[in-house]
Every structure is written in C-alpha cells, then in structure tokens.
C-alpha cells in the first residue's frame, strides 16, 4: 500500500524510497567506489551489494524455498532425485530472476530511472503486492495454481497501466481549465 500510495503522493509522508537528503552520500561513495583502481574494494563492494539484496530478497520470499527443501527432505529421495529437484528449482524460480536482472541491466544501462518511471515502478510493485496479500488473505490456496498467479500479476499490470491512463487523463483534463 505505502508504494501505491507514493505513486500519487510521491515522497509525501511515510516512503519507502530513499531520502533525498541521503543521496549526495550515497552516490558520492558509489561514484568513489566505481572510479577507484582497487579492484579489492570493488569486489567486496560487489559481494556486500549482492549479500544486502540477497538478505532482502529472503525476507520477502524465505518461506517458499525453505518449505521446498524440507518437503525434499521429507519424502527421502535419492541423492541423485534430490539434486534433479533442486536444479528444476533453480531452472523454474532462480533463472527467470537472473534473466530479469540481465534485461533491465542490458536494457537501462547506466540510464536514470526518471521520477514518473519510477513511480510507475512503484505502483506496479504496489498493485502485485496488493493482489498477492487479497489472494492470501481471501482464497490462499488459489496460490497452489501457477494459472491463478500469471492471472494475479497481469490484473496487477492491467490495474497500474488504468491507473496511469485515468490519471494522465484527469491531469490534462483538469489542467486544461
């Protein structure tokens, strides 16, 4: 909700986004960091970055893997099973996540997320977390179908591209007056 809610009142009140006033910083130490010859620090500049974002990432979706492997365990496979089922894993969940990563690293490059991209991302964020929380609070077990989850990010999609129509049509609507 607080990313939807930046989406119209950006900034304003509680955010998630990183302060203004800690960017200069944080950008002055990325830039320092990026144009240093100490190939050392870069590398465990690197490994520091991905530790945070995997540390992260695991609040958010602990739970899955976790009960992934203990249902693993439980059921007693073969070595040989078990490491088949861990690559299938790896090849359903793991590798649609990095080919993503690739996309937007290849396709944004060194470009700067404008504030309105940035809202859109945001809302978009908002409206999959929305979805997600009304399924799991309403009807979890739809969550048990791969159907249902493609169903609930494209209304997540289809809701933030309404919005952002509806809104760009008001704004001129209203602004035109």
Known sequence: LINIKDYFWFKQGVSLSIP?????GLFARMRRLVNSDN???MVLAAVGLAAFANMYEF???AGFPMVFTRILTLNELSP???????LFYNVIYIVPLLLIVIVFATT???KKLQERQGKILKLL???MM??????LLLEPNWLNNAGIAIILLA???LATYLTTILERRLISRYSAK
């Open 130 to 135: 929305l979805c997600l929380g009304l399924t």
């Open 59 to 61: 609040l958010c979706t």
């Open 20 to 24: 203004d006033s800690a960017k200069p």
């Open 39 to 41: 190939t050392l620090a």
């Open 125 to 127: 964020s908002g409206m």
């Open 108 to 110: 944004l490059g060194a």
């Open 80 to 86: 040989t099973a078990y490491y088949l089922y861990l």
């Open 155 to 157: 209304v997540a999609l």
